[in-house]
């Protein structure tokens, strides 16, 4: 009988603590379901400043991709010339 209680104890708390693993918090509703459940809406500060550097890093991803285009075009399309100089005189290596 012991036994019994046991094991049923065991599996109540199992089920028990995957339901509430399970459960879905107001942070991870979709936005039209907040305004239903009764989430506090951002102050306009903190939205803008996280538009801004959401922004920021989308742009430096543009930029990075933009730059390496750009460094790959240039260089086969021009030659790269190095100019390398010291008190006696220099040399250029293409």
């Not at 922004?55 to 430096?60: D, E, K, S, W």
Request: with cysteine; hydrophobic share 50%; proline share 4%.
């Amino acid at each position: 009988m012991k036994r019994a209680l046991l094991a049923f104890a065991l599996v109540a708390l199992c089920v028990t603590s995957g339901i509430e693993a399970s459960t879905a918090r107001a942070a991870d509703l979709p936005p039209d379901l907040k305004l239903i459940v009764g989430t506090p809406a951002r102050s306009a500060a903190d939205l803008a400043t996280q538009n801004t550097l959401q922004l920021n890093t989308t742009m430096f991803e543009l930029y990075g991709g933009a730059a390496t285009i750009f460094t790959k075009n240039l260089r086969a399309q021009h030659p790269i010339i190095l100019g390398l100089f010291s008190g006696a005189g220099g040399r250029f290596i293409l």
